[in-house]
């Protein structure tokens, strides 16, 4: 079935750094999502990419749509204490199509 | 716009009950999905509704069940409960099937089975 990739499992970076991470999958997806779940919370919807190759900014977050359409990357700028949590990338192949979601990485930030 | 909601937030089982877990999606849309997170295997999608039908299904046996209303409100049933359904059980609502990719999330239901 589809799998989605993400390494690490965990990151740890201090405060004011910029980390990326990146999503790989053997599959081609038409939507890549990225979401970030705060501990007892639901995941939150932070960035959606629809066009292979496109970069899109949500304040200090940017992604990108990779043009293989097999990858999408996730960039933090000057990470602060708040940004700590799991981000997850997720997949669609079509609009009638579920979301796969990849394993999460969990995200520290040292004060 | 108010978000997904879910209810309730936490529930304590015992291993053979049953349990049912309830989702009101945004206002407006149309199709719930549910997932189960557990710490292990991740997110996974168990089953999607779109207009009182269910439109996509994932790998869980059939003790796994759901349902969609005419207001799209939509509740998931577990039956002879088992101490490996421990987990957070997350309902996302999008606007529509086969128009709109992105799902928004409730806070989910934490069930733990004794």
């Known amino acids: 079935g589809q799998q989605l990739n993400q390494s690490p499992q965990s990151m740890f970076i201090q405060e004011g750094e910029d980390v990326s991470m990146n999503c790989t999958s053997s599959?081609?997806?038409?939507?890549w999502l990225w979401y970030k779940q705060d501990p007892g919370e639901g995941p939150v919807l932070l960035i959606a990419l629809y066009k292979a190759g496109e970069l899109t900014s949500n304040g200090r977050l940017t992604a990108q749509f990779g043009i293989t359409r097999k990858d999408s990357f996730l960039n933090i700028s000057a990470s602060i204490p708040s940004d700590v949590g799991i981000y997850f990338c997720a997949g669609s192949t079509g609009a009638n199509s579920k979301l796969t979601f990849g394993k999460g990485i969990t995200l520290s930030v040292r004060p | 716009k108010a978000g997904v909601t879910q209810t309730p937030r936490y529930l304590i089982k015992t291993r053979g009950q049953q349990v049912t877990l309830s989702c009101s999606p945004i206002?407006?849309?149309?199709?719930v999905s549910w997932y189960q997170q557990t710490p292990g295997q991740g997110l996974q999608f168990l089953f999607e509704y779109f207009s009182e039908t269910q439109r996509n299904k994932g790998n869980f046996p059939g003790r796994f069940s759901g349902r969609q209303f005419s207001n799209s409100r939509s509740e998931m049933n577990v039956s002879t409960l088992e101490l490996g359904d421990s987990a957070l059980y997350l309902c996302?609502?999008?606007?529509?099937?086969?128009?709109?990719?992105?799902?928004?999330f409730g806070p989910g239901t934490r069930l733990t089975v004794t």
């Open positions: 206002s407006g849309h149309r199709s």
């Open positions: 996302a609502s999008r606007g529509g099937f086969g128009i709109s990719y992105e799902q928004y």
């Open positions: 599959s081609i997806f038409n939507t």
